[in-house]
C-alpha cells in the first residue's frame, strides 16, 4: 500500500504542478480533469509543458487500453507534439502486463523512462559549493539563461526551451527558480515550487560541458533550501530522469513509481 500511495502522490504531483506552469503559458490552454485522464496541454514548443497523464487507480487490461486510445485522441488533436507520463504502480498486474500492446494499438511508442520520488528531507543546509554561486531567476535575462540550461541538457532546440519559460511572471515569482553560476556564467539550474503540502522540484538542467562536476545537486539542494525557507514545508517530490536519479539519492530523496513516457508514433 506504501508504494502505491506514493505513486498516487506523484501523479497527483504533477496534475497540481503542470496545471499551473501550463496555465502561465496561455490562459486558454487545455486543461482538464477528464475520467482517469488529466490533460495539461500548453501547445507550446516546450515539449515538458505537453502533458497527459492517466489518474485510474488499478486499472486493468481493459481500462489501460481505453484511456491510452482516449489519450492518443487528445495528443493528434494538438499543433505541437508532447508526452503521455505514465506511472507504473496506478496500474494492477492485468494491467501492466497488457501495457505494450495497448500503447501499439492506441499508436504510441515509448520515449523513456523515469521515477517517481520524494522524502520528507527538509529542512537542508544552505548548500556551498567551491565553484559556484547562485542566483534567484528574477530577471528575463535569467530567465532564458534558465530555459537555455535545459534545452541544452534534453537536446531541445533554444527557441522551444524560451517558447515554454520566456517571459513568465511565474517563474521569476511564485516558482523558486535558481540558476548556479561558476565565474558569473550559468552552469546548471533548479526550481522548487509548492504543490499541495509539498515542495516539487522541477527542470533541473545541467550545460553538458559541465556535468558530473556537482553542480546539478548543488543547486538543487539550493532550490530545495530556499523553498522550505519561503514555505515551511518539509516533504519534497519529484520526477527523475535515469540520468538525476543517483544525484536525487544523494539528497535523500527515494524512488517510487516507474513513469514511462509515451509518445505518438510518428
Known sequence: MAELSNSVESAEQLTVAWRAVVLDR??????????????????????FWNCVTLTDVGAGARLVRDRLGEVAAVMRAKRHPGFLWLFEDLLDDDGRAA????????????????????????????????????????????????????????????????DGIGGSALWKDGVHAYLALRDGVPVACAASV????????????????????????????????????????????????????????????????VIRFYSLKS
Not at 488529466?38 to 515539449?47: E, K, L, P, Q
Not at 537542508?124 to 532564458?144: K, S
Request: charged share 25%; with cysteine.
Open 26 to 47: 496561455d490562459a486558454g490552454a487545455d486543461v482538464r480533469d477528464l475520467p482517469g485522464v488529466a490533460v495539461r496541454w500548453a501547445d507550446c514548443r516546450f515539449t
Open 99 to 162: 501495457l505494450d500492446a495497448a500503447a501499439e494499438g492506441a499508436g504510441l511508442q515509448h520515449a523513456f523512462s523515469g521515477r517517481g520520488m520524494a522524502g520528507d528531507l527538509l529542512p537542508l543546509p544552505d548548500p556551498t559549493h567551491p565553484d559556484l554561486t547562485f542566483a534567484r531567476v528574477t530577471t528575463d535575462e535569467q530567465l532564458r539563461d534558465y530555459a537555455d540550461l535545459n534545452s541544452l541538457a534534453y537536446g531541445f532546440p533554444l527557441e522551444d526551451g524560451r
Open 194 to 257: 509548492a504543490a499541495v503540502g509539498r515542495l516539487f522540484v522541477a527542470l533541473v538542467a545541467t550545460h553538458p560541458d559541465w556535468q558530473h562536476r556537482g553542480y546539478g545537486e548543488a543547486v538543487t539542494r539550493k532550490a530545495l533550501h530556499e523553498g522550505h525557507r519561503a514555505t515551511g514545508l518539509t516533504r519534497a517530490t519529484l520526477h527523475a530522469t535515469a540520468a538525476g536519479e543517483p544525484v536525487y539519492r544523494r539528497i535523500g530523496f527515494e524512488p517510487n513509481s
